[in-house]
């Protein structure tokens, strides 16, 4: 049964629009919707039988602060009890023979980006997947499930890797988002569609329209970090590599490879209060210092003003282009090698084509002849360009609940979990809008390797499958049955 949850805010734009029932004119155009759709509220599906989920209520709140005068203030956290070095759960790093690297051969880029890859993370000739799809960055559903969902679950079926493969790495010229199919709501990213390969294989039925709750999603776990592997998980995490150009991407690569430790995390407010999202990045302040960090690496600005220029940074979160004072496309941080950011911007990956030079972020209210890509917002590949390792974005509107959450991603990173695990540890849903970009296996706080045994784990005997795909084949064959066992039962009575 579908659960009817109030939807949350959209991730710019009008307020005072999402309090008449829909999202503004702007963002609806941006995500293909009617007004009709747009007023209808979203709905999670529900998760497969065998995942522990928790379903996360949508949040009726302003996306924004109520105006008003508030005190302008730049404080850091002050010092209280820093631990003398990282505290870190059991952590186990996973490696290149976890990776399935996937390369459209009609795209010249996407073939240079796999090859460069390839090279210098060393990842098995069998675990790259060639499909050939358009070299466009927004498809149709048909073209999707043809020319990149099938053929990649034939990589994974053909050599066996159901269970071995943990991340999946798109290169760049692989499409970015799948259009909105006559108005049914089921748009989303490419990235986030293919989370659920895993599922495909084990014949459990899509549900296209909305969301689903994210398992691996630390808020539904209590705020526990875990290492992934299939042994609980029955989903892939996916990232992407991709930038303006060849030589933006193979800079993202080189810096993934050799992370740093020390940098700074600067969590820039809105505004002084505790409204959805800046209570995110207080609650993000408090996990950093309570895992070590120390007080004089934390930036928690609480001030109006719009924060830029800060030096030696390995961790930013902001309201990016939604802030009412930034208007500049560019930060002009200076980046560690791991740098990670996000923002709650609800746009910022609709496209990785370069704006001209002369471009800048605009308002929702400005004439649309001013947008690029069909948005006035801010674009993650402008940070990726400048230095940042990893980022995530959202190729359509996310809305506010779904937006990944900075007080479990950057806790999870100096914790030990590589950037893939962080970043889906702080994802709410799959199937919907997310996209991740860097390299999946960076690492700046690494830890002992996963087990053999549950990295890539054995045959099982009896059914001559990878174990845990086994697990979870047996599992989903006896719902089905319990489920055709009760339709029959209650059709005879």
Known sequence: MKSNLPRSPPVGGDPSAFAQGGPSASLGAVSGKSSRERKSNRRLRPAPHHLLVTFLGRLRLP??????????????????????????????????????LVVNQSSRISKAVGTYYRSRRAVPTRQVCSIKTWDEEEIDRAIFDKEIRRPILDCLERGGLQDRILYIVLAKGVPLKIKDSDEQGDHASVDSELTLLYQDLLGIPR?????????????????????????????????????????????????????????????????????????????????LLAAGIPASRIVLDTSERFVAGEKEVLGYASWGSNDSRDYSRFLANTWVNGALLVEFVSTDARTFEKPPAKWTIGKWSDPPITFFAGSPQSLIA?????????AAGYVYEPYLAACVRPQFLFPAYVRGLNLAESYYSAIPSLSWQTVVVGDPL????????????????????????????????????????????????????
Request: net charge positive.
């Open 63 to 100: 996306l924004k602060p109520q105006t008003g005068k508030i005190k302008r203030m730049r404080r850091r956290i002050p010092i209280v009890v820093v631990l003398a070095s990282l505290v870190s759960v059991p952590a186990f790093a996973q490696g290149p023979e976890n990776v399935l």
């Open 207 to 287: 549900v296209l329209r909305g969301s689903i709750p994210n398992p691996y999603f630390a808020g539904s776990r209590g705020g526990q970090f875990v290492r992934f592997s299939h042994r609980e998980f029955p989903i892939y995490l996916v990232t992407r590599l991709d930038g303006y150009d060849l030589a933006d991407v193979r800079a993202l690569i080189d810096r993934s490879l050799a992370p740093a430790r020390d940098g700074r995390f600067v969590l820039d407010l809105s505004r002084d209060d505790n409204a959805t999202g800046n209570d995110w990045l207080r609650e993000a302040a408090a996990k």
């Open 382 to 390: 402008d940070y990726l360009h400048q230095g940042v390792t990893g």
């Open 442 to 493: 960076t690492t700046p706080f690494p830890g002992t390797p996963l087990p053999r045994a549950e990295a890539d784990p054995p045959t099982d005997p009896a059914t001559g499958l990878p174990t845990y795909f086994s697990r979870f084949s047996a599992g989903t064959k006896l719902h089905r049955e319990e489920a055709h066992r009760v339709r029959r039962a209650s059709q005879l009575s």
